[in-house]
């Protein structure tokens, strides 16, 4: 069954406004990552959050991590098209290789 | 820079034929993935490699089977394609342990059964 899940499933805003996509998860984890996929391409890795991390910031992006709620949110600031992709959350499974991902959050960015 | 790269980017494959979809890294990494990926069911592990000649079962492995006989290369197999195997393939990498944990992935294998 799927560790994660995303919501919302999609998400369309205007150029500028910020973007906040949230992911809850089941069971311990060693860390949460979020990744971003292009259409029809691999995934690109984002940020990782590890599990004794509140928050992580890079660049426009600010991940939490509420491990009391097994959730996560991940905030793009002043979006641009660019950003137009869908994003995974991926937690590792404590005591294994194991990353489980979500369902994803479609994010369409308008110019 | 870490490549993962898979064999195909497209495949074709009637029903019944035995599938290999191969995928190899070169940033000597120990684990390796393979995923598919379907509509509005993200992303599903299928396999993954701990070390060489390792191997665990993910979420859904019925219906296929892995090789890895050298660090580098992960093998999925479809021992017979049926329609329902028809997706994208994501095959990725990552370290045991390092700075970060991330998964480096290939750019995708779409397979279509007829």
């Known amino acids: 069954s799927q560790q994660g899940e995303e919501d919302p499933q999609a998400l369309s805003i205007q150029e500028g406004e910020n973007a906040t996509m949230n992911c809850s998860y089941k069971t311990s984890i060693n860390n949460l990552q979020w990744y971003r996929q292009n259409s029809g391409r691999g995934l690109v890795h984002l940020i990782l959050i590890r599990s004794n991390e509140r928050e992580k910031h890079s660049g426009r992006l600010r991940v939490t991590l509420d491990t009391s709620k097994k959730s996560s949110s991940l905030l793009i600031t002043a979006s641009r098209a660019a950003d137009t992709a869908s994003y995974f959350c991926?937690?590792?499974?404590?005591?294994?290789?194991?990353?489980?991902f979500g369902t994803g959050t479609r994010l369409k960015v308008l110019a | 820079d870490v490549k993962v790269t898979q064999s195909s980017r497209y495949l074709v494959k009637r029903t019944g034929e035995k599938v290999f979809l191969e995928c190899v890294q070169d940033m000597d990494h120990e684990n390796m993935f393979w995923y598919r990926q379907d509509p509005g069911l993200g992303l599903r592990l299928i396999y993954f490699?701990?070390?060489?000649?390792?191997?665990e079962k993910g979420d859904i492995p019925e219906g296929y089977s892995v090789s890895r006989e050298k660090k580098e290369r992960f093998s999925l197999i479809l021992e017979s394609a049926s329609t329902n195997q028809t997706s994208m393939y994501l095959c990725a990498s990552s370290p045991h342990r390092g700075p970060t944990y991330e998964q480096y992935f290939g750019p995708g294998t779409r397979l279509t059964v007829t």
């Open positions: 490699s701990y070390d060489v000649k390792m191997k």
């Open positions: 991926a937690t590792e499974i404590s005591g294994t290789y194991k990353y489980i």
